[in-house]
């Protein structure tokens, strides 16, 4: 073993910069913090390459002065904390005092910054070394520059991505900054152009569609629940989901963190085949219930008070509209004592309370099947014009997402989304097949924004898109959509599933087609809240059992349930 000595400055910037700078969006967070915690009004990033080759913050908030300024970037140095106990009640973003420096030893550092608008400094470091401090005018705030992340670490530079991917990750950290805070101004500038601008004063909702280009038809719902000191609101744009987590954001006393636990909770609740919904869970407790001085980066905290965290996020979930409706339906359909409703599951996905029912509940498939010919044969059609018609008590839309009907042996409820979505994804593949491109033009073109890694999926799959009738034109990130498979209701929720969804498809052993078809179908079919007349929701019907598979949408999810007269006959103790 060699002699023990103290380390050189130098190499302990580098070992810290290695603990903070994971990559260009770790850059962008620690100076978007040190941004708000100046009470910033307005946050501005430009990006260059991804943040490879720049990544530069400006805010308004309060400036430094040129004493300030060199102290900085001195390791641990810092206005946040002056005792030990001001960890246990930490009211800033930041506290470390390390990452100014630490990002300053990987990259052409830069800073200009002013307290009033009259004084102005600007400081310039090239790999923690400093060049030069002199006076510059500025306007009261900050600007801070680094250039050629990791220039002087070529091992830790070739492990950065490509600069979409890199790119998606400082968006995914200046989206989480701006639903934290409402009252900030967020803008970030990739390449010279504009991707997103967010004024101050909008409420999380606007925020949102703000972001993510959503229309006003778009549905939000959201959830509140607290357990003693712990309060948690969730916000779920349900009709909105990704194959992974990327665009779910958990914000701890306005801290956007990663925490395995809430995100556990949320896709046991939240998820299912059709990928992770947007979401943002705020979860707000005293500083004391809260460790954030566990992780380097801050990015993980710890919860002194699990179960708390727990109770609270579980009963906002529980408020949800839809876990709502689904509570209803489970108590309807599930009888006294073992089983429940007839339903052909396939894998065997249903939610009872958030969670999937398993597999080895064994139904009854043939009374199914019965029920299911049975309303075939009790259609009639008055003309070759004229939507299906049924006997009895016809078909009956309840709660704007579930067409019901009678048999002889009990009740026939059908989800009319997943219904919908077997019958557009049996027409888009017919379409493909027979050569027969089965479009409808749009009145009036949409255009959209896409992410970087949207852009990457249209060009792999842009051949499919066109045989299973999308059409499209495209510049730079804004695609113009002007045709949509015949049928679909949702033409541009329709496209964004499939960008979003096929390297994640629930069914990964479907053809690439196939998984295209059934991403497309699924957001481009009828939504749960839509509203039905009479005659659409037999034609619905009548168009579900003219498919090869009426039972199951293209996920495997059961479209219909029996429930039968015994089964009722019992719940009312007949």
Known sequence: MGEIRLLPDEVVNRIAAGEVVERPASVAKELMENALDAEAGAVDVVLEKGGRKLVEVRDDGAGMNRHDLLLAVQRHATSKIRTADDLDSLSTLGFRGEALPSIAAVCHFTVVTSPDGEEGWRLRMDGG??????????????????????????????????????????????????????????????????LFSLPAGQELRQRLRG??????????????????????????????????????????????????????????????????????VSLSLPGAEVD??????????????????????????????????AQTMESFSAPSGAGGGRASTGAGYRRSGGRRRPPGAAEDRSGLFEAAMELQRARTTSGSDEPARYRGCGVVQVGKSYLVSAVSTGIVVVDQHAAHERILFERILRGDETGERSSQALLLPETIRLEPEEVQALRRYAVTLRRVGFGFSVEDDRLQLHAVPEGVSHGVDALMEVLRSPDGSSRPELPEREQLA?????????????????????????????????????????????????????????
């Open 129 to 194: 070394e400093m060049k030069d401090v002199s006076p510059a005018p500025r306007a009261r705030g900050t600007t801070v520059s680094c250039g050629g992340i990791f220039y002087n670490q070529p091992a830790r530079r070739r492990f950065l991505r490509s600069a979409s991917t890199e790119l998606s990750w400082v968006q995914r950290f200046v989206t989480g900054a701006a639903l934290s805070r409402l009252d900030v101004a967020f803008s970030l500038r990739h390449n010279g152009r504009p």
């Open 211 to 280: 972001r993510y280009s959503l229309g006003s038809d778009v549905r939000m719902v959201e959830g509140a629940g607290s357990s003693g000191s712990t309060e948690a609101h969730v916000l779920v744009v349900p009709d909105q989901r990704w194959r992974g987590r990327r665009n779910q954001y958990v914000l701890v006393n306005g801290r956007l963190i990663h925490s395995p636990m809430v995100s556990a909770i949320a896709g046991e609740e939240l998820g299912g085949p059709a990928g992770h919904p947007l979401l943002v």
């Open 292 to 325: 954030v001085n566990a992780h380097p980066t801050k990015r993980e905290i710890r919860f002194r008070d699990r179960r708390a965290v727990e109770s609270a996020l579980r009963s906002a979930l529980a408020e949800l509209p839809g876990a709502r409706a």
């Open 518 to 574: 059934a991403a497309a179908a699924c957001a481009g079919s009828v939504k749960a809240g839509d509203r039905l007349t009479p005659e659409e929701s037999a034609e619905l019907m009548d168009m579900l059992f003219s498919t090869g598979d009426p039972f199951h949408c293209p996920h495997g999810r059961p479209t219909l349930i029996e429930i039968p007269y015994s089964e009722l006959e019992g719940r009312f103790g007949r």
